[in-house]
């Protein structure tokens, strides 16, 4: 039962361009989301995250927007370099769930140059 | 130090030997977890720990996974009688404090069972 989703295995965008990645979620509960970057051989390195009061967060060139009605989050990274090339996943976690995280599939992001 | 970190990185296991793997959590962090990560899935969650007390284990996939934080700092993952399901991305991660605070992540044991 994957309660978290993102249904893009791949992407691949311009240098320069944005890059927008998408996750999903089927629990309503889940009120703190992150997303992650993984380098090959590394351990998922936190990036941003958002609590289900905010709908949005911004850090430098990245954004995360939180839709709570559709149960949807995306990453957004303006503008795009060729080292956010990596693996990213987004993550969940409800007051209820105690520490749990709960982690989609991941999406592999490629920079062209 | 300054992360989390795990050893081995890599670990190759016969079928049937017990595997013991070792995290050492940023210094001074109270939570820590592991995560089971397989071959093009995310992380899957499978104990946590707070200090030395396990406060949940149910993510663990049989009673073949064991796993123990005696001080509250290092913690050991064992896996008895592996099994080649058993391969995959160990994960360990430690939080500085309770809540839905950020976790750290350590680079994880590749663990192969032939």
């Known amino acids: 039962d994957q309660q978290v989703k993102q249904n893009s295995p791949s992407l691949s965008v311009q240098e320069g361009r944005i890059s927008i990645l998408n996750c999903d979620y089927t629990n309503s509960m889940f009120d703190y989301f992150l997303w992650y970057k993984k380098y090959p051989a590394e351990g998922p390195t936190f990036l941003i995250s958002?609590?289900?009061?905010?709908d949005k967060n911004e850090d430098g060139r990245f954004t995360v927007f939180l839709n709570k009605s559709a149960k949807h989050l995306s990453l957004h990274i303006v503008p795009s370099q060729p080292g956010d090339s990596a693996v990213y996943f987004c993550?969940?976690?409800?007051?209820?769930?105690?520490?749990?995280?709960?982690f989609g599939t991941g999406t592999s992001l490629t920079v062209i140059p | 130090g300054a992360g989390v970190s795990q050893s081995p990185r890599y670990k190759v296991a016969k079928r049937g030997q017990d595997v013991a793997l070792r995290c050492d959590p940023i210094s001074g962090h109270v939570s820590l977890f592991w995560y089971q990560q397989a071959l093009g899935q995310g992380p899957e969650f499978l104990t946590y720990f707070q200090n030395e007390a396990q406060l949940d284990k149910s993510g663990l996939p049989s009673d073949r996974f064991f796993a123990e934080r005696p001080e509250g700092s290092v913690s050991t993952l064992k896996i008895q009688r592996t099994q080649q399901e058993d391969s995959a991305v160990y994960l360990c991660a430690s939080i500085r404090a309770r809540g839905t605070d950020t976790q750290y992540f350590g680079p994880g044991t590749r663990l192969t069972v032939l």
């Open positions: 993550a969940a976690s409800a007051v209820n769930t105690g520490n749990q995280f709960y």
């Open positions: 958002i609590s289900s009061i905010k």
